[in-house]
């Protein structure tokens, strides 16, 4: 299965990806989130579904636009070139799939800044080559395991959250899903497009170099579970030994540890 992330916030975009790949037995580790040059412009693509034809539409997107004089100037243009080969590819594939028992699936999202784009602009396309554009009250696209990561974006995660703590759902988001699923996994691709840059930056990181970041989040929630307050359950449990009276709640509650990052962290891979 797969596990791609983009976000939109005022002060940039943020896509991830996992790497992993399970066909029966076998694990393998291919890239989801990939770069795609188009006119000395530099752009991103993320899909969920079929890697065929994940490949052939990108493919003939090449060829087209090889061949046309006029590069796409807005990020929409590229996108409705995407659409249009997606379908093109569903014509010429559909049938025989379906006669084979699969069905036509490929789902993308596309960030980046082309020429005449006055920021960054991120959408999302269906397999029927129609798309959706992120906004203010949309903030964010999950394509493959989508059920795992959304509760904390849905409850965190806003236009105005900061471009470093976007980053930082995202990676927890992710790490949801791999807790509990076995196909989605590290590495992870990362690319970060800054408010008023053009170009993407990427990087991918291993499950060693993330290591601190994720034990820090279990820490802290382990942490916040043995200090919530559960009046709301007196009467249900017998006290813990040693814990106060039910019906009090602790006075104040832990600070957790700065989460590693670029603001507190100088030895932090978040660069």
């Not at 983009?6 to 989801?32: F, P, W």
């Not at 800054?194 to 929630?221: I, N």
């Not at 559960?230 to 017998?238: D, F, I, K, S, V």
Request: net charge negative.
């Amino acid at each position: 299965m797969t596990f791609c992330i983009g976000i939109q916030v005022r002060e940039g975009i943020i896509a991830l990806a996992d790497t992993r790949i399970v066909r029966g037995s076998e694990r393998l580790n291919k890239r989801k989130l990939a770069e795609f040059q188009h006119a000395n412009q530099s752009l991103f693509t993320m899909t969920s579904g079929l890697r065929s034809v994940r490949d052939k539409t990108l493919v003939y997107c090449e060829e087209v636009l090889e061949q046309t004089t006029e590069p796409c100037s807005r990020l929409y243009q590229f996108v409705n070139l995407f659409g249009q080969q997606l379908r093109r590819v569903r014509d010429e594939d559909g049938p025989s799939l379906g006669a084979t028992g699969h069905a036509f699936n490929l789902h993308a999202i596309i960030g980046g800044c082309l020429t005449d784009d006055e920021v960054a602009q991120l959408f999302y396309i269906y397999p029927e080559g129609n798309w959706v554009e992120a906004a203010a009250d949309t903030p964010y696209f999950i394509i493959g395991r989508t059920y795992y990561g959304r509760p904390i974006l849905d409850r965190l995660l806003t236009y105005e959250t900061s471009l470093t703590s976007a980053l930082t759902l995202a990676l927890l988001a992710f790490d949801a899903t791999r807790t509990s699923v076995t196909d989605v996994d590290y590495p992870i691709d990362v690319a970060v497009i800054a408010s008023g840059s053009r170009q993407p930056v990427f990087k991918r990181f291993s499950e060693a170099e993330l290591a601190q970041t994720t034990h820090w989040w279990t820490q802290t929630l382990t942490n916040a579970i043995t200090s919530i307050p559960m009046n709301w359950a007196e009467g249900l449990l017998p006290p813990s030994p040693g814990a106060p009276p039910q019906g009090t709640a602790p006075n104040s509650f832990p600070s957790p540890n700065p989460l590693p990052g670029p603001n507190n962290d100088p030895n932090s891979n978040w660069q």
